[in-house]
């Protein structure tokens, strides 16, 4: 007879295969392919997003459709205070129109002409000869200029004028001055550069710039400005301001006011750590910090080195962003905020009252609760 006993060896090699084999399989139905874990369906995130949309929305099947493709592409988590976030800030910017209407476009189009003319000591009469030239869909500039309605049409009056007018290549070279658009109000020249490092997952007919018209386009390049970067804020209403004021300006405002406390200079919390870019002077925020030098023991260009850091997700990691705020915290004897809203007064032709930051963050922050409220009333029905 042939036993049936395996030997002691043998026995521990068939107890560890069964176990790297449960184990693999478990892994496998955790995580699904490539070992992440499998995310909800797809047709359940647009449901969710209908349930949050606000009941005025017109066509909500399709804004859910355009936002779960953007969260999907981005490898966004689809829960609900992300989704919230994205509908408060669309109801903020558009109150959810693919291509909202702006008021007084038409004057507002024709006073950046006049002011990019007296730039460039162009004469009006000039202007005038040059906007009453026929466009391509064969009204004059002017014409079109007068009954223009939003940005979308006032871009593409531009893009032709800059093309095929001498004088608007003269005026605007090949800058546009539309420079945010869409159901978000996404700043256009951030589209273009996350086009650049990140995949657009939809055809470009024309340019990215036109995307950004288009309801999935906006929503796509907006929710990528808004949360598509890490921020270990403690509370949303951070975000909505760095989506108002430019990504970790709550944080840079934060560092600017342990700057402040430490070194007893006044400074302007607007999170604008080296203004005008790498290339520029030395600012307030760096001069006061260079006071700290000795404090932190860091030097004129560690300190330069660190701020260049504001825009991105470094800045905290280095010695001076720390050494700064211990010193903050030992003068004023608690632990300091590690975010601030940006103290930041709005200005632009379609600003026509006193606005702030603040007012924008926590507008959005109010649409961002109600919404929440909206979540978890479905999940109790």
């Not at 449960?22 to 070992?35: I, K, N, T, W």
């Amino acid at each position: 007879m042939t036993s049936r006993c395996k030997s002691p060896a043998g026995a521990a090699l068939v107890r560890v295969s069964l176990a790297i084999f449960v184990a693999a399989a478990l892994a496998g139905c955790a995580g699904g392919p490539h070992g992440r874990r499998a995310g909800p369906r797809p047709a359940d995130v647009r449901a969710q997003i209908v349930r949050l949309l606000p009941a005025s929305v017109p066509d909500r099947a399709g804004w859910a459709t355009d936002i779960q493709a953007a969260f999907a592409a981005l490898e966004l988590e689809p829960d609900a205070a992300n989704l919230c976030a994205v509908v408060a800030v669309t109801e903020q910017e558009s109150t959810f129109q693919a291509d909202p209407p702006v008021a007084n476009l038409p004057v507002i189009a024709r006073d950046e002409i006049d002011r990019r003319a007296a730039r460039f000591f162009v004469p009006k009469l000039a202007v005038s000869a040059a906007l009453r030239l026929p466009s391509p869909d064969g009204r004059s500039y002017a014409e079109r200029i007068e009954q223009v309605r939003t940005e979308r049409e006032l871009s593409e009056i531009f893009e032709s004028f800059i093309g095929t007018v001498p004088l608007g290549e003269r005026l605007f070279g090949s800058w546009n001055p539309v420079r945010t658009g869409g159901p978000m109000q996404v700043s256009i020249a951030f589209a273009e550069r996350h086009a650049q490092h990140e995949p657009y997952p939809y055809p470009v007919p024309v340019s990215i710039r036109r995307e950004v018209f288009t309801r999935r386009g906006g929503l796509y390049f907006g929710i990528a400005h808004l949360l598509g970067y890490p921020a270990d804020y403690d509370a949303p209403i951070y975000r909505f301001a760095d989506f108002n004021a430019g990504r970790w300006a709550s944080r840079n405002a934060a560092f600017q006011s342990a700057v402040s406390a430490a070194s007893g200079i006044p400074l302007v919390l607007d999170g604008d750590l080296i203004p005008g870019g790498r290339d520029a002077k030395i600012g307030n925020t760096e001069h006061a910090a260079r006071t700290l030098g000795s404090r932190i023991d860091a030097s004129d260009a560690a300190i330069r080195s660190a701020l260049e850091q504001g825009g991105g997700p470094d800045l905290e990691r280095t010695q001076v962003y720390q050494r700064v705020f211990a010193v903050a915290e030992a003068l004023e004897g608690r632990p300091l905020p590690r975010a601030r809203i940006p103290e930041i007064a709005l200005a632009g032709p379609k600003i026509t009252r006193k606005l702030t930051t603040r007012w924008f963050a926590e507008r959005v922050d109010e649409r961002h609760r109600r919404c929440l409220a909206r979540s978890r009333a479905a999940a109790t029905n």
